[in-house]
């Protein structure tokens, strides 16, 4: 970490210490640099002193810079703070991502190209099914090893420069904005304490320059506290994920196919645990780059990926209080989405009430309305549990292991979009959303259970009370074959199964009690049901674990590599159209595992295109 000290003393505002969160800047990232400051009276302070709001009649003054020079330095796709020198032809020739192009020696290039071929590969497969033949773009580089291609980049990277898509135009933002120090030209790009890198900034570095100003005289006081970044790196850009379509018409399974009716109105729904900031450390995720490991990086990436599948409804896990109110809420906001929010309870949690995290729901205002909000506390469950069948003696133990602070958010919708076909089209379509985040400890298979099987409790209630269609999302730390999948998918538990050994308060006796009548099935088994042959359909199957039918992951670390996150919904009232498609673990491998520069969560995306089918009754 880059840390300058100014020398300046007195009874007045000083700069004791510039340092920046991160030294290398992303493209689209906002940089905000920590400014310690020492007050005239001798109090120490690191808020924003801005001239609009002074400290003892001094403010500071700031200003960025950018290098500015003929030399134009491209980015390696692979090890994004290294210089490129090869740039991959049939990359271009196929109009891949520019920057997916870029590789910084032979040796990345070769190690990269078990990966790199797979964006060869699809953009094959989506010539092929524009009509465009094969031959015609890769032909003459054939597919067999990482010999496809190889130019070297020229030294002064001009002609790179030119074909890559920058504009590098020297088009100043500020008329008085340049600066020459030690036979550099700095070129002034803001006068804020936070900047944003563009494009233009890409492979230069930026110079951060503060300096106190007085406030009457509008004389500057000592001299400017600098600090530099590393070169400007572009953003990754993962290739999109695409939907999948499906066939779901034997999703039913044993439910009665003749009871329903036309289908009408599609929608799409996302799941995503996004990683909360305060478990994104470096210790638990050594192998992530630091840069990428910022949340200054990864909300960004998170909003882009997350905007990018124009989902219906999002349904978000691990989302701080502080980021939903100061980002998330607002950011989606602009793109046409409602928010819902529940925090974590914090009878465990001793941390800070603005970095406890939560469960976020959101909902486009275009194509749904709020009708109702249920907030599931386990800990107010787990109150009302002991005080029912726990001896007192043992209530206090058997509260340490059902307190757990997790939470479950259920939002109660009203779809705005048309109801051809059906019988009754002034009826409310209504929609019943659960999103939730189950107890992590592997050692409480019991709690884990009893939270599940209390949601689902919970939801047949509503389920009674109104022939409303369900959706089941979020992370159940509960893998495929786990009793709390089971009972999530099939409806009961296997009385047998050895995670029921582990109940030493009891709370799951007597077995036969758990059960549920939701028709409950998970949405990405339906990949296991699809027919037809293809590239994307191969692929797809590939990345199920046939004997669960459910994803090989959802969650991929180095420790951890396995299935915990699903949608499922109620197969009486609405069936499968698409589903986004899975990622391949050999590809997130080269990273090591998540997060990574390209994916900012730990966990993937889940994402489902549903159809609304009505049953004249449940």
């Known amino acids: 970490m880059i840390q300058v000290k100014s020398a300046h003393g007195g009874r007045m505002l000083t700069v004791l210490r510039v340092h920046l969160p991160s030294e290398i800047p992303i493209v689209g990232c906002e940089i905000t640099p920590y400014v310690l400051l020492r007050r005239p009276d001798g109090g120490v302070l690191a808020d924003d002193v801005s001239e609009a709001a002074p400290v003892d009649g001094y403010f500071l003054r700031y200003k960025w810079y950018r290098i500015q020079s003929d030399r134009r330095a491209s980015v390696c796709s692979v090890h994004p703070t290294e210089q490129a020198t090869l740039q991959c032809l049939g990359c271009l020739k196929s109009k891949i991502p520019v920057a997916k192009s870029y590789h910084c020696s032979a040796k990345c290039f070769s190690d990269a190209w078990q990966h790199h071929r797979v964006l060869h590969e699809r953009a094959i497969s989506a010539l092929n099914e524009n009509g465009t033949e094969e031959e015609e773009l890769f032909g003459k580089f054939g597919s067999g090893g990482s010999g496809i291609m190889s130019a070297a980049l020229s030294g002064s990277m001009s002609n790179l420069t030119q074909g890559s898509g920058f504009n590098n135009g020297p088009t100043p933002v500020y008329s008085t904005g340049t600066e020459k120090s030690s036979g550099e030209t700095w070129f002034e790009v803001g006068r804020s304490r936070t900047y944003t890198a563009t494009a233009e900034d890409i492979g230069r570095v930026l110079k951060f320059e503060c300096i106190v100003v007085d406030g009457e005289t509008r004389a500057t006081v000592g001299a400017p506290t600098s600090v530099m970044t590393s070169r400007v790196i572009p953003a990754p850009t993962p290739t999109p994920r695409r939907l999948i379509p499906v066939n779901a018409t ?104 603005e970095t406890i995290d939560g469960c976020a729901t959101f909902f486009r205002r275009d194509r749904f309305s709020h009708v109702k909000k249920y907030e599931v506390e386990f800990n107010k469950a787990a109150q009302s549990l002991t005080d029912a069948i726990i001896p007192a003696a043992q209530k ?191 590809s997130l491998r080269k990273d090591t595992a998540l997060p990574s520069p390209e994916w900012s969560s730990d966990h993937i995306a889940l994402l489902a295109e549903f159809r609304c089918t009505p049953r004249l009754r449940r």
């Open 396 to 586: 206090k133990l058997a509260l340490t292991r059902l307190i757990k602070d997790n939470i479950a958010l259920i939002a109660v919708l009203e779809a705005k979009f048309g109801n051809t076909g059906i019988e009754n089209p002034s009826k409310r379509q209504l929609l019943c959303v659960a999103n939730t985040h189950i107890n992590i400890h592997h050692d409480l298979k019991d709690v884990k259970l009893w939270q599940v099987h209390t949601l689902l409790k919970g939801l047949e209630k509503i389920a009674v009370s109104a022939d409303i269609p369900m959706l089941v999302c979020g992370d159940f730390n509960s893998t495929p074959g786990s009793t709390s999948h089971g009972l999530l998918a099939m409806g009961k538990v296997d009385q047998l199964h050895p995670d029921l050994a582990v109940d030493p308060l009891g709370i799951l006796r007597p077995l036969s009690k758990l059960t549920h009548q939701l028709p409950l099935v998970s949405a990405y088994s339906s990949l296991a049901r699809m027919v037809g042959v293809g590239y994307d359909l191969d692929h797809q199957r590939r990345r199920m674990d046939p004997s669960t039918n459910e994803p090989l992951f959802t969650n991929c670390t180095r420790d951890f590599t396995g299935t915990i996150d699903y949608i499922f919904y109620t197969a009486d009232s609405l069936t499968v159209e698409s589903v986004l498609e899975l990622l391949d673990e050999d």
């Open 250 to 353: 034997d999703a039913m399974g044993h439910f009665d196919l003749d009871s329903r009716t036309s289908s009408f109105g599609s929608f799409t729904v996302l799941s995503y645990n996004i990683l909360a900031e305060t478990y994104a450390t470096s210790d638990a995720y050594s192998y992530c780059p630091t840069w990428a490991l910022s949340w200054a990086y990864r909300r960004q990436n998170l909003l882009r990926e997350i905007i990018g599948y124009h989902a219906d409804i999002i349904c978000l896990q691990e989302v701080q209080n502080n980021h939903f109110e100061e980002f998330f809420a607002p950011e989606l906001d602009k793109h046409g989405y409602q928010a819902l929010y529940k925090k974590r309870t914090t009878e465990v949690y001793t941390g800070s009430p």
